[in-house]
């Protein structure tokens, strides 16, 4: 996908300039439809880890295997990246099945994680042995940088060890309707149950990205799977046993149940989620600008869209909402292989004439064009990946007249006072924590107890009160004065300061309605992630398959490391 | 026990909020005492004791070169001194009376100072002065008790200073126990409705 000198002259020029087309607005952008639609892209998180792993032929190296024949015991995989070592300490344990669930409720799991900063001694691994299957209530120290869980796929880990155990491959169709042998649960890290503080890795240019250690946690823990499946499968009978074959273990990702959790990380980190966005959105209008794409792109393009085509194909959930887009999907994307004659094609600002034409289409269709257009593009926008982490606050502007602020309200926050909070239905939802192991849920604000003590995500209804509240003080107040004699309103006059020239910061839905989908902020932070064959089992919960069609551990150094864009397993060879 | 910065900000938050203060000041609450944490001093017992309480009726007196903070609670009168400070309206000082917990001034003292780019000093009636930045404090003489009273001035540009100092910071256990039982207050109780139905997916997760 490199391309000719010709082209990345061409493209280099288009970066040197600012995009002739400008980027979508946040009006059109941040609404919940458009990011419940989102699909991974070659920005995501996933994507440039494992880019910047193979750049520095980073190996892992598997130094403890003490795993019983039933796959029960430690093991420790270390990998070198950016100068450091980290070694993913494992532990596999026998579970009940009624304590099998994916919800932060559980008290168990089949295996547990630690990310370890350096290589853990002996003496480090008796102590993570007793706590970390602990989880939530095990004691950690700074070296621990990374917690994790995982249960197994009922459905396939059995599966594969009977089918490895007696010499044959598993099968294909399972592989690709399932994909992974476990699920993670959680994956926490930054200080969390204290473990070590994000402050840690700052100077680490390596992993200081977003969510970079967390995802190479889950990397690693996915290449735990694998061994582990097959050392079952070995031990079971070790004469007709045959290793996984390459193209299914490349298949084979890691899974994750998500639910409410994700949601207020995106209103409660809203410049981050400006940076994030506003890389996918630059990125975008660069692609756009184009004038003339060259056909080696328009090549990459076409594979990588039929390749799309199959995995949407395969792309089956039992939720009558989402397989109703995904059908809707499939027929769009016929259209759009019918549209890409060589003519069409070989017209001017190809692109930004795509993105046209897919206005017709579903958001969800406007989006995967969105990631098929990046596809080819990396020299021109990968930039762009080291442009996504912010670790900026929220401050407040003391000095700001109350006029300013009033201006400032009405002018950019139009989109919040447009919204009616009068009705009943507009107001039913309330996001809050529950005692139960502090997990996120969501309560009926008319129905249910605990309305007082909700989360603060009503950012739209916070504004409007604001608005109404500096209504009656004079213009030439300043802001510290009223904050003064106002506290109540200091967290959300902090954020609309900082926020107002951040115009991807807001979503701009109302997240209390009857009719809000929190599963919609889900697939939009899990896309940025790379998380792909979205699988949601209620309108707050999700499954998601990671790593999918990722190199494994041996196939990190080949060329292809960075080609897994919608991936999909073939034909037996 | 160990605790992170994360830990500390987050259950500090919690806790003020739990206890009825507003979600702004309780996170700035949460960082002061991570601030303080992080700088060896006690900043979660002196939130924790400031936090107890819950927020009364502000008392205000205003001059025309000073505010006067009558019974001062640090979480909310603090925050507002160096906001009206960096505001450079021409006020030379504000005066903090009958301060619950002095120390906590100074934790929001630090985060001001991080947030501004300036630099404070407390002088308290008692005799101590304390100068404080974004990365660190001096404090000349013994720190007051609760019921001191402190004038706070800007004290020029500060440097930038350091978000935290990563320390190992031993917390003790019973006064953590008393931390997050304070930030349970926040949390709703859960029904057997609130467990089926509140997060969207079933209990048990067999395929």
């Given at each position: ?119 853990p001694t002996s003496a480090d691994l008796d102590r993570l042995a007793i706590e970390t299957p602990r989880q939530e209530a095990g004691r950690f120290s700074k070296t621990e940088l990374v917690l994790s869980r995982a249960n197994k ?78 050392h079952i499968a070995k031990m079971r009978d070790p004469k007709r046993f045959r290793p996984l074959a390459s193209d299914i273990k490349r298949h084979l990702g890691i899974g994750n149940a998500t639910g409410l959790g994700m949601a ?150 139009a989109w919040a006072a447009a919204m009616d909070f009068g009705e009943t239905a507009s107001t039913q939802r309330f996001w809050y924590i529950s005692e139960e192991k502090l997990e996120p849920r969501l309560g009926d604000r008319y ?127 | ?207």
């Amino acid at each position: 996908m490199a391309g000719s000198a010709d082209d990345r002259a061409r493209r280099s020029k288009v970066e040197a300039r600012p995009p002739r087309v400008p980027l979508r607005p946040p009006d059109k952008v941040m609404r919940l439809s458009r990011m419940g639609a989102f699909f991974p892209t070659r920005l995501s998180f996933m994507r440039s880890l494992i880019r910047r792993l193979h750049t520095e032929r980073a190996m892992v190296t598997r130094s403890v295997w003490e795993i019983d024949d039933d796959g029960y015991g430690r093991a420790v995989y270390s990998v070198t990246f950016g100068g450091d070592v980290y070694s993913l300490v494992a532990f596999s344990t026998s579970l009940d099945p009624e304590q099998r669930t994916d919800r932060v409720i559980a008290e168990a799991w089949d295996t547990t994680y630690v990310l370890f900063d350096g290589r853990p001694t002996s003496a480090d691994l008796d102590r993570l042995a007793i706590e970390t299957p602990r989880q939530e209530a095990g004691r950690f120290s700074k070296t621990e940088l990374v917690l994790s869980r995982a249960n197994k796929s009922l459905r396939l880990f059995a599966h594969v060890v009977d089918s490895l155990a007696v010499g044959r491959q598993p099968d294909r169709s399972m592989i690709g309707k399932i994909g992974y042998l476990m699920r993670t649960t959680a994956v926490y890290g930054n200080g969390k149950f204290g473990i070590a503080d994000r402050l840690r890795i700052l100077e680490r240019p390596a992993v200081n990205g977003p969510f970079q250690l967390e995802l190479l946690t889950v990397w690693l823990i996915r290449g735990f799977t694998h061994d582990l499946v097959e050392h079952i499968a070995k031990m079971r009978d070790p004469k007709r046993f045959r290793p996984l074959a390459s193209d299914i273990k490349r298949h084979l990702g890691i899974g994750n149940a998500t639910g409410l959790g994700m949601a207020p990380f995106l209103v409660n980190h809203p410049i981050l989620l400006h940076s994030w966005m506003l890389a996918r959105e630059t990125a975008f209008a660069r692609v756009r600008s184009i004038e003339r794409a060259s056909p080696a792109t328009i090549d990459a393009f076409l594979v990588c869209l039929a390749r799309a085509r199959r995995h949407i194909e395969d792309w089956q959930v039992d939720d009558i909402s989402q397989m109703d887009r995904i059908l809707t999907l499939r027929r769009e994307m016929k259209e759009i292989a019918g549209l890409s004659t060589q003519a069409w094609l070989a017209e001017p600002y190809l692109w930004d004439r795509l993105t046209a034409a897919s206005e017709r289409w579903s958001e969800e269709c406007q989006e995967l064009l969105l990631a098929l257009m990046l596809e080819p593009h990396g020299e021109l926008i990968d930039d762009l990946s080291s442009k996504m982490a912010s670790d900026v606050e929220p401050t407040l502007q003391p000095s700001m007249s109350i006029g300013e602020l009033a201006d400032l309200l009405d002018e950019t926050f139009a989109w919040a006072a447009a919204m009616d909070f009068g009705e009943t239905a507009s107001t039913q939802r309330f996001w809050y924590i529950s005692e139960e192991k502090l997990e996120p849920r969501l309560g009926d604000r008319y129905r249910e107890p605990g309305a007082e003590k909700e989360l603060p995500l009503d950012i739209a209804r916070q504004i409007q009160t604001l608005r109404a509240a500096i209504d009656s003080e004079p213009r030439h107040e300043i802001v510290a004065h009223f904050l003064m004699r106002h506290p109540e309103h200091r967290r959300i006059a902090r954020r609309v300061q900082t926020t107002a020239s951040n115009p991807y910061a807001e979503i701009r839905d109302n997240l209390l309605g009857a009719d809000c989908r929190p599963i919609d902020m889900l697939r939009c932070k899990l896309s940025f992630f790379g998380a792909s064959k979205f699988d949601p089992k209620s309108d707050l919960w999700t499954r998601i398959t990671l790593y999918q069609g990722a190199p494994t551990f041996e196939q990190l150094g080949e060329a292809d490391a960075d080609d897994w864009s919608f991936p999909v397993l073939g034909d037996a060879a | 026990m160990i605790v992170s910065v994360n830990q500390i900000e987050a259950t500090i938050a919690k806790a003020a909020w739990g206890r009825g203060w507003p979600h702004g000041l309780a996170e700035e609450c949460g960082r002061a005492a991570a601030w303080l944490s992080t700088r060896g001093f006690d900043g979660v017992r002196t939130a924790l004791a400031a936090i107890e309480p819950g927020p009364a009726e502000p008392l205000i007196d205003e001059t025309t070169d000073a505010i006067v903070f009558g019974a001062a609670q640090a979480i909310h009168a603090a925050p507002s001194a160096y906001d009206l400070l960096a505001a450079d309206i021409g006020l030379e000082r504000v005066v903090l009376q009958e301060i619950d917990q002095p120390l906590l001034v100074i934790g929001f003292g630090g985060m001001a100072a991080l947030a501004y780019q300036s630099c404070y000093r407390l002088t308290f009636a008692e005799g101590c002065r304390v100068i404080v930045d974004g990365s660190a404090v001096s404090i000349a003489g013994t720190l007051p008790p609760s019921g001191a009273e402190a004038v706070i001035e800007a004290e020029g540009a500060g440097e930038e200073g350091t978000p935290a100092v990563l320390t190992d910071m031993e917390i003790d256990g019973s006064l953590w126990h008393d931390a997050l039982t304070m930030a349970a207050e926040s949390y709703v109780a859960s029904s057997l409705s609130s467990r089926k139905f509140g997060a969207g997916a079933g209990i048990i997760d067999d395929d």
